[in-house]
């Protein structure tokens, strides 16, 4: 079952990688602030697992969509807990998305052209004095 959620990109950990019997594998934890109704802001740390196109768009201070599982195994006794997430999208492209199409996009106004630029240089005058260049730099 899959869950989603929206959040702020908080951090985004350093990535490990490693080589099993299947071939190499990457993995890498991203901490999103999710954004609700409390004062006090929940941060969630995401394991992201062969995905690092998708991490390496990641912006810190974005708000994504994030489609997530959570995972428990036991090891030694003790049970450990995993959120994996599945896909992230912008949040703005989430919504676009998802929206009906019933407005008409807004089309910026026409830009008047600018007059033509001259083909020839201007003539210069004649200087009757050397230029000096005091400038300090």
């Known amino acids: ?4 959620f929206e959040g702020v990109v908080f951090s985004v950990l350093p ?3 490693g080589t099993s019997a299947r071939g190499e594998w990457h ?10 109704n409390s004062p006090y802001p929940r941060k969630v740390s995401v394991k992201f697992f062969n995905k690092r196109d998708e991490v390496a768009r990641l912006v810190t201070g974005a708000a994504y969509k994030v489609t ?9 006794g003790r ?3 995993d959120v994996i997430g599945r ?19 807004p089309v910026a106004p026409a ?7 001259p083909t020839e240089e201007p003539a210069m005058a004649p200087q ?3 230029v000096v260049d005091d400038l300090p730099f």
Not at 1 to 4: A, D, K, L
Not at 111 to 117: D, F, G, I, K, R
């Open 68 to 76: 997530f599982d959570v995972e428990s195994r036991e090891f030694n």
């Open 111 to 117: 830009v008047p052209m600018a007059a033509p630029m």
């Open 87 to 105: 896909r992230v999208e912008p949040k703005e492209a989430a919504q676009v998305a998802q929206a009906p199409y019933s407005e008409p996009i």
């Open 128 to 130: 009757s004095a050397p």
């Open 27 to 36: 993995s890498q934890n991203v901490v999103f602030e999710m954004q609700n």
């Open 1 to 4: 079952m899959e869950f989603v």
């Open 15 to 17: 990535a490990q990688t």
């Open 79 to 81: 049970w450990y807990t």
